[in-house]
Every structure is written in structure tokens, then in C-alpha cells.
């Protein structure tokens, strides 16, 4: 049993995600956000690098790529081509879900 209590009691605690946006310009510098200040910053480079790349090697194949959406478990991310830059959209599943199903 010390084995399991060590193993889990190691495990690093989950990263709350939190809804939000920011654009970026052709270079993938952020230019504005609105994620809370505790959204890792690195987490946010990472995903504008993703696509940022994926918008470019869209173009080079010259393939009409306007929009690209991802869904994760817990977080959907939207992002649109703006003239070589991007804005990214970041939402909570329990936020992109309708609260009841309609009749």
C-alpha cells in the first residue's frame, strides 16, 4: 500500500481551464487576450504556434482554410485566419453545451 500512497500523492494537481480569447499577428505574438492572468502563458504560445502553423501550411498547399475547431474533452478552441494573423476562441465544455436539450 506505501507504493500506490507514494505514486499518488505525487501527481501534480489539474490545471483549471477558463474561457476566453486572444488574436495574434502573422508572427504569433499575442496581441490581446482576455483569459485570466492565471491561463498559463506558455499554454497560450503553444496553442497560437499550433495555429499559426496550421493556418500557413493550409495556405502553402493552397487549401481554403478560414476556420479550424478542436475539441478536447474539457476545452473546444476556434480559431479564424485573419489576413495571415489569427483570432482564437478558448471555451469549457460545460460552456459550448446547451443547459437543457430542446424538446
Avoid at 482576455?34 to 493550409?58: M, R
Avoid at 476545452?75 to 485566419?81: M, N, P, Q, S, V
Amino acid at each position: 500500500m506505501g507504493f500506490l500512497t507514494s505514486w499518488f500523492r505525487s501527481a501534480k494537481p489539474l490545471l483549471q481551464l477558463h474561457s476566453g480569447s486572444f488574436s495574434m499577428d502573422r508572427t504569433g505574438r499575442i496581441l490581446a487576450n482576455t483569459l485570466p492572468s492565471s491561463f498559463p502563458k506558455n499554454l497560450v504560445q503553444t496553442i497560437g504556434k499550433c495555429v499559426s502553423v496550421t493556418f500557413a501550411e493550409a495556405h502553402t498547399a493552397q487549401l481554403p482554410l478560414d476556420e479550424l475547431i478542436v475539441h478536447y474533452p474539457g476545452l473546444k478552441i476556434t480559431a479564424r485566419e485573419m489576413r495571415g494573423g489569427a483570432i482564437v476562441f478558448l471555451s469549457t465544455a460545460n460552456s459550448t453545451e446547451p443547459t437543457h436539450k430542446p424538446s
